[in-house]
């Protein structure tokens, strides 16, 4: 039973039915409309959380380490890969250059003009890519275009002395680190 105070009266009388029914339907209608809303909200915090774990998910799939590396230098099937290994721990002082940090660049390269390239464009002086992977992706295609020829570690040396290196002892570094850090075991 309801009850309704009458002030003419000074009291608590009974409701009327209609009244039941308008103050039982108004309950029903917001416990609904606020279950409603809970819902969706949490539904919306749902989708949220996933486009959330997508984001991480992809941050960590992109982020880059030694072996993610080693393993997409295999992949890409790229020649001399401890070489190559030993080039980009030169040019990014083993990956903490803000070239590499800023531009995703393992290899200190510039914007490739006559050759397909992956870069997005030329940022503080070298190129840039979305990712670190673009950035190797674009010197399997290097390799593609001027290394075909080359069989042998020696042949590959030669030629990074006479067109790639701007140090004289540049290739004497490569091999240093290549031993120093034991690339070759890595492949």
């Not at 309801?2 to 039915?17: A, G, M, P, W």
């Not at 030694?66 to 190559?84: D, S, W």
């Not at 992706?137 to 570690?153: M, P």
Request: with cysteine.
């Amino acid at each position: 039973m309801f009850y309704k105070y009458d002030s003419d009266k000074l009291q608590f009388v009974k409701t009327k039915l209609a009244h039941k029914i308008a103050l039982g339907t108004v309950i029903v209608v917001s416990l609904i409309a606020f279950s409603a809303g809970r819902l969706l909200r949490i539904k919306a915090l749902d989708e949220q959380e996933k486009e959330l774990l997508v984001l991480n998910l992809a941050a960590e799939k992109n982020k880059f380490t030694q072996e993610k590396f080693a393993a997409e230098l295999e992949r890409l099937n790229v020649k001399f890969p401890h070489i190559v290994m030993a080039q980009s721990i030169i040019e990014t002082g083993h990956w903490t250059s803000n070239v590499f940090k800023e531009n995703h660049n393992l290899f200190g390269m510039k914007q490739a003009t006559v050759r397909i390239n992956t870069a997005k464009g030329t940022q503080n002086g070298h190129a840039y890519y979305d990712d670190w992977y673009q950035s190797v992706y674009d010197y399997a295609f290097y390799q593609c275009r001027y290394l075909g020829g080359i069989s042998t570690e020696e042949d590959y040396y030669a030629y990074l002395r006479q067109n790639y290196a701007e140090a004289s002892n540049y290739v004497q570094v490569l091999k240093n680190v290549v031993e120093k850090e034991k690339l070759k075991d890595l492949f």
